[in-house]
């Protein structure tokens, strides 16, 4: 197996970036940190020194000081875990799950639904033509087999997955596709002057992001620039359905504003955002944002220098490039479900112990954001930034398997302590995970608390807004 470091420095290679930019790494800790067959403890640890060595390159870049950087991987691990880790004035904030969501028996093997939004579960009673209630979709299931529910679920707003063993998956079309794909693809699309931002405090400070983004993997990933000291702003729209306990967690360090890009006034708002940003993250369905004119080439010919960043399910070429995913069902769909039951001896498919490819795809797509700002500043240009949930879990994959790693412990939010920090918020005291890439002489730190989606206007901060929301 390779070794954590060997892991970053291919990854960092990856993007363009030369080894000897790459800053000292403290990676202290051990495999497994998690009852699991597979390293997750190794793509917490990697993808997040990635994000940290980001940062200090950047602050190096800008000016400030070489600077270690230390992950440590327990903390890592609680850090992917920070949604089930949060609690708001001494209680976790609420489910995270829709009672109807989880894995069913079907006619020929199993499958897995998502109805965390209401217009999902709806359009997957009305596919299954059966009540919401869980015996109901049970009952439906039975006797249809699971891969022809998968396919008609597609032309639906119905969100589902077949479980599929690993060698299923490398045959499947999307999989052979995906296995061509990078970890990390940074393009340039643009020509743009270099932009080098002056030395400040903090590695990131007067990056602006504008965070198009729900649910965990495109949030943590503008979460994880604003522990650095981007200024992010985060864009919903009020007709949208959300989740108020990972918006909670995902939301330190942001501001947020809501938009409805249905409407012309919303659509002219977020230009004028988009025209001010040094980073347009989102990760809608692909083609969502294109089709109302916020394409990543129409973006960077509106502002050139823009970094796009573009968060997808299953990869970006291949029959299931704009079919919508979560985390729970890219790991059913691509085998990981199935290869962790066979190895604890289960029969029902068998999830891994954390969200780990939305952690470790908002982690890496912060790193190439990172990449892309490092380049822009020595090369200039505009660029594109593309991280998927199945490419991802390819690489956690690739890093191989643990004997006996489902005999680790699991850990609890006690063991965890050590890693929380607390905060006011309009929602109450928040305790929750700090970030865990800890640079020697910038430490990250939320500058602001998490706020309500609608908290702010469609406007960037000014010095005296970022003042007063100070840590």
């Known amino acids: 197996m390779r070794s954590i470091a060997d892991l970053t420095v291919q990854a960092w290679r990856g993007v363009g970036l030369a080894p000897e930019d790459l800053p000292p790494l403290d990676l202290a800790g051990a495999e497994p940190a998690l009852p699991s067959s597979f390293r997750i403890g190794a793509l917490a640890q990697a993808s997040l020194a990635l994000v940290g060595a980001g940062a200090a390159a950047l602050h190096r870049m800008r000016g400030g000081p070489a600077q270690r950087v230390a992950v440590d991987m327990d903390h890592a691990v609680a850090e992917f875990r920070s949604e089930r880790l949060l609690h708001c004035d001494g209680a976790p904030p609420g489910d995270l799950w829709d009672p109807l969501a989880g894995a069913y028996r079907t006619a020929d093997g199993w499958l897995r639904v998502h109805t965390n939004f209401p217009h999902h579960r709806d359009a997957l009673t009305a596919l299954l033509d059966c009540a919401p209630e869980r015996e109901a979709i049970a009952a439906a299931l039975a006797d249809r087999a699971a891969e022809a529910v998968e396919r008609d679920a597609a032309e639906t707003d119905a969100v589902v997955a077949a479980l599929r063993p690993f060698a299923a998956w490398d045959a499947h079309p999307q999989g052979r596709a995906l296995a061509a794909e990078p970890l990390i693809a940074l393009d340039r699309i643009g020509d743009a002057p270099p932009e080098r931002p002056p030395l400040d405090a903090r590695p990131l400070a007067g990056v602006r992001v504008l965070d198009l983004t729900r649910v965990i993997a495109g949030p943590v990933a503008g979460r994880t620039l604003a522990a650095h000291g981007a200024e992010v702003l985060r864009v919903t729209g009020p007709q949208l359905p959300a989740l108020p306990a990972l918006d909670l967690d995902t939301g330190r360090g942001k501001r947020a504003t809501q938009l409805d890009l249905d409407r012309p006034d919303g659509r002219a708002a977020l230009e004028r955002l988009a025209a001010g940003a040094d980073v347009f993250l989102q990760s809608y369905r692909p083609g969502a944002l294109a089709a109302r004119g916020f394409g990543a080439e129409a973006l960077a010919a509106r502002r050139p220098g823009v970094i796009v960043a573009d968060l997808s399910a299953y990869g970006f070429t291949g029959p299931w490039a704009d079919r919508r995913g979560f985390d729970s069902l890219v790991q059913t769909a691509t085998g990981f479900n199935a290869a962790e039951a066979a190895a604890a001896g289960d029969d029902a498919p068998r999830p891994l112990p954390a969200q780990a490819l939305d952690h470790g795809a908002g982690a890496l797509l912060a790193f190439g ?71 020697s002489a910038a430490p990250p730190t939320y500058a602001r608390p998490s706020v309500p989606l609608d908290h702010d206007g469609p406007d960037w901060a000014t010095e005296s807004d970022a003042k007063a929301n100070g840590p």
């Open 369 to 439: 954001i990172q990449a892309a700002l490092l380049r822009r500043a020595r090369e200039g240009g505009s660029w594109r930034v593309r991280v998927s949930l199945a490419r991802t879990g390819l690489w956690l994959r690739r890093m191989g398997r643990l004997d006996g790693g489902l005999a680790a412990a699991d850990p609890d939010r006690a063991s965890a302590a050590r890693f929380l920090e607390e905060s006011a918020s309009p929602s109450g005291r928040l305790s929750a995970v700090a970030h865990a890439a800890r640079l």
